[in-house]
C-alpha cells in the first residue's frame, strides 16, 4: 500500500517520477505527490484523488519543474489522516528544507508527535509521516549530515516504513531505508533510482539491489552507499532483474485486467513448464527442500493467504486432502495470527501471496517458523519480503499483475497447488499412478481449453449485460468449486460494486433462500461429477423462488434450457480440475458487468494490489 519513487541523476527527474508512480498505481491512488529541488528550494506539488490530477499540475508548470534532476514521488494509500492535499506525501519540516514520502505505518507516531510538538514542529497534516520529516529535521539540526539524520531517525521510530528523503542543503543526494516494507534501488549509468517496486525502475534499468531491513542507503548520480542501522558499512547483491517493460504494457486491451485473463493459457504452460514433463515422468520440484521422509512424517499442513490467495489455498485444501491424505487448514492470515495456533515441526505450513508483501500473511509465516514449522511460500514475486521468510519458495511464474483484481496470479497458484499436490502424492505414493496420469494429461490440454472458454466470450458478454443492473447477485457451488462461487463473488464485487456472496448450494436453505426472488440472479455453478445432481435439487429450489437463474456447466444436458434464463457452456473436464477452468467465465462476467457501468476496471475504489498494513 503507497508507493514511493526516487530519482537521481541528469535527466529531468519529473517525468520519471510520474512515470514511476503510474506503474506504481496499483499500490493505491487516494492521492498523490512529489518533492523536487528546484533552484535550490524543496518545492512540493500535491494533489488529492487519481494520479492524473498531479500530472495536471506538473502540466501546468512544466517549464519550471522539468529544470529539476533530484526529486521523490508517493501514491497514497491513506490509513492515517483522510485523502486530502495535506495529508498527501511529501511532508516537510518547519522550514520546509527537508521532504519524505513514506509507505507503511509509524507506530508510535503519537508520542513522537507529542515530543515534537514541544520542541516547536508545527504539524500541517493528521498523518504518521510528517513525524518523521520533523524528526530527521531535528536530527539534521545536530549532525548536519543527512544520512546520519536518517539513522538516528530510524532508532526513534517503531513501525513498518519504507522511506525516501531529501534535504535543500545536501544537494544531489536521496537518503532511502526500509523496516517491513519494501524497496529497491535500481542502478543507472550516472543516475540512481529507489521505489516501492520493480515497475517503477524497469523502463530505465535492469540492475537493482533489494535492500533488507534497517538498512540505510544513500544515492548521488554516481554512487550509492550502503550502512546497516549501527553505521556498519556493507556491501549489497546486484541482481539483474527478469521483467520486460512490456509487462506493463496493455497490449491493446482496454485494460489489464482484461489482458490478464487472456494470458492465463500462457501463465498454466509457465507454471508447468520444466515441473511437469510427460504423465508417466514424477513431477519435478526443486523448489520444495523438504526431506522426502519429511514429507512422509507430515501429520497436518495449515495454509494461510488472503483474499483471492485464500480462494487458491481453499482449492488447494481440497486437492492435497484428496491426494495425499493429509488433514488441511485452511485460514485468513489475519485471524490465524491472533489466536493460539497448534503449530509443530511436523506442520507444513504454506503461506499463498501473489505480491508475497501482505503484511497479515507475512506475520503469520513468521509465527509458524518460529514453531519450528516448515515454511513454503508460493509467491509471484521471489523477490517479495515473504519469499525471503521461506524454507521451500514455489514461484508461480504469472509475470508482473497490473489489474487490482487478481486473476492470472489466481490461475498460476491453482496450478501450483496441483503440482505441490501431485508431487507429495508420489513422493507419499498415496494415488493409483493411472489416476495422476489422467490428471497430468488434464493440466497439459487445460491452456487449449480456457483458449476455447476465451474464445466464445460474447456470450459470457451477453449474460454480463443482462444482469449488469442487478444490485446483488448470489453463487452457490458445492465441494472444490465452493472456492470458485468465493471467489466469483469477490471478483464481482471489487470492481462492479455489486453486493455479491458465495454460498455453499446446501447452505442455501439454511437462511439465504429468504433473499430470493425476481431480483435476485442465482449463479450456479454445476460442473460434472459427485455433486452435480445436488446443485441442480438446489437450483431448482432457488428456481421455485423465482430467482434469474445462470448455470455455469460443461454438461450438455438438455434439461438445464428449462431450469435456467441463461447457460455458460464450457468444456467437459474433470471435478478435481474443473476450478481452473471454471473460474474464468465468471472472471469475465464481473469483467463486463464493471465495463458496462463504467466503473475503473483496474483500480476499484478503496483498494490496493499490495496490503502491507495489518
Ligand atoms: C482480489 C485481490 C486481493 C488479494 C489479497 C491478498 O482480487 O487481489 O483479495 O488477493 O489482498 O494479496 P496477496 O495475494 O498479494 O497476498
Redesign the pocket.
Known amino acids: 500500500m503507497c508507493g514511493i519513487v526516487g530519482y537521481i541523476g541528469k535527466k529531468s527527474a519529473v517525468d520519471i517520477l510520474l512515470e514511476g508512480l503510474t506503474n506504481l498505481e496499483y499500490r493505491g491512488y487516494d492521492s498523490s505527490g512529489i518533492a523536487l529541488n528546484i533552484d535550490n528550494k524543496v518545492q512540493l506539488y500535491k494533489a488529492a484523488g487519481k494520479l492524473q490530477n498531479l500530472k495536471n499540475i506538473v502540466e501546468k508548470n512544466y517549464s519550471e519543474i522539468s529544470k529539476s534532476t533530484i526529486g521523490i514521488g508517493h501514491i497514497r494509500w491513506a490509513t492515517h489522516g483522510a485523502p486530502t492535499i495535506e495529508n498527501a506525501h511529501p511532508h516537510s519540516c518547519n522550514c520546509g528544507k527537508v521532504a519524505v514520502v513514506h509507505n507503511g505505518i509509524i507506530e508510535n507516531y503519537k508520542e513522537l508527535r507529542e515530543k515534537l510538538e514541544k520542541n516547536g514542529c508545527t504539524f500541517r497534516s493528521q498523518t504518521d509521516t510528517e513525524t518523521v520529516a520533523h524528526l530527521v529535521a531535528t536530527k539534521y539540526g545536530e549532525t548536519h549530515d543527512l544520512t546520519e539524520a536518517v539513522r538516528l531517525a530510524t532508532k526513534e521510530i517503531e513501525g513498518a516504513y519504507a522511506l525516501c528523503v531529501i534535504h535543500q542543503d545536501v544537494k544531489n543526494t536521496i537518503v532511502a531505508t526500509r523496516r517491513n516494507a519494501p524497496l529497491v534501488v535500481g542502478l543507472g549509468d550516472g543516475e540512481n533510482f529507489v521505489a516501492s517496486d520493480v515497475p517503477a525502475l524497469i523502463q530505465y534499468t535492469k540492475k537493482a539491489m533489494y535492500l533488507d531491513d534497517n538498512q540505510i542507503v544513500t544515492l548521488t548520480p554516481d554512487s550509492i552507499k550502503l550502512i546497516d542501522i549501527d553505521n556498519n558499512p556493507l556491501s549489497q547483491k546486484v541482481e539483474t532483474l527478469p521483467w520486460e517493460p512490456v509487462a506493463l504494457s496493455k497490449m491493446g486491451y482496454k485494460h489489464f485486467m482484461l489482458k490478464e485473463i487472456h494470458e492465463q493459457p500462457d501463465v498454466v504452460r509457465n507454471v508447468l513448464s520444466g515441473k511437469l514433463r510427460a504423465i508417466d515422468e514424477n513431477i519435478t520440484l526443486n523448489e520444495v527442500t523438504l526431506d522426502k521422509d519429511k514429507i512422509k512424517d507430515l501429520n497436518r499442513i495449515q495454509i494461510v493467504?488472503?483474499?483471492?490467495?485464500?480462494h487458491a489455498a481453499m482449492v488447494g485444501k481440497y486437492i492435497i486432502e484428496d491426494f495425499c491424505g493429509i488433514a488441511v487448514d485452511v485460514e485468513p492470515s489475519s485471524e490465524y495470527i491472533y489466536r493460539k495456533t497448534i503449530t509443530d515441526k511436523n506442520t507444513l505450513v504454506i503461506g499463498?501471496?501473489?505480491?508475497?508483501?501482505?503484511a497479515d500473511?507475512i506475520t503469520a509465516v513468521r509465527q509458524a517458523k518460529c514453531k519450528g514449522s516448515h515454511i513454503l511460500i508460493i509467491t509471484n514475486r521471489p523477490d517479495s519480503t515473504m519469499a525471503r521468510e521461506a524454507d521451500s519458495l514455489v514461484p508461480v511464474n504469472a509475470g508482473i499483475e497490473v489489474s487490482?483484481?487478481?486473476t492470472k496470479?489466481y490461475m498460476a497458484q491453482l496450478i501450483s497447488f496441483y503440482l505441490i499436490a501431485i508431487y507429495i502424492a508420489e513422493v507419499k505414493n498415496s494415488m493409483p499412478a493411472n489416476e495422476l496420469a489422467d490428471l497430468k494429461h488434464e493440466l497439459i490440454v487445460l491452456p487449449q481449453k480456457i483458449e476455447k472458454v476465451l474464445a466464445h466470450k460474447e456470450d459470457i458478454q451477453k449474460c454480463a449485460k443482462a444482469f449488469s443492473s442487478s444490485k446483488d447477485f448470489i453463487f452457490i457451488a458445492r465441494g472444490i468449486n465452493f472456492p470458485t462461487a468465493l471467489e466469483g463473488a469477490?471478483?464481482l464485487k471489487?470492481i462492479s460494486y455489486i453486493n455479491a456472496t458465495g454460498y455453499t448450494a446446501g447452505e442455501l436453505k439454511h437462511g439465504p433462500i429468504a433473499m430470493l426472488d425476481e431480483s435476485m440472479p442465482v449463479l450456479s455453478i454445476l460442473m460434472s461429477g459427485k455433486v452435480y445432481d445436488k446443485i441442480l435439487s438446489n437450483s431448482e429450489e432457488a428456481k421455485a423462488r423465482n430467482a434469474r437463474m445462470i448455470a455455469l456447466t460443461d454438461s450438455e444436458d438438455e434439461k438445464l434450457n428449462e431450469l435456467f434464463d441463461y447457460i455458460i457452456r464450457i468444456p467437459e473436464i474433470s471435478e478435481i480440475l474443473s476450478p481452473a477452468l471454471s473460474i474464468v467465465p465468471l472472471q469475465l462476467i464481473a469483467y463486463y458487468i464493471a465495463e458496462f457501468l463504467g466503473k475503473d476496471v483496474d483500480q476499484p475504489r478503496n483498494l490496493a494490489?499490495?496490503?502491507t498494513v495489518e
Open positions: 493467504a488472503c483474499g483471492t490467495s485464500l499463498v501471496s501473489q505480491s508475497g508483501e501482505t500473511t487490482v483484481a487478481a496470479s469477490l471478483k471489487e494490489k499490495s496490503v
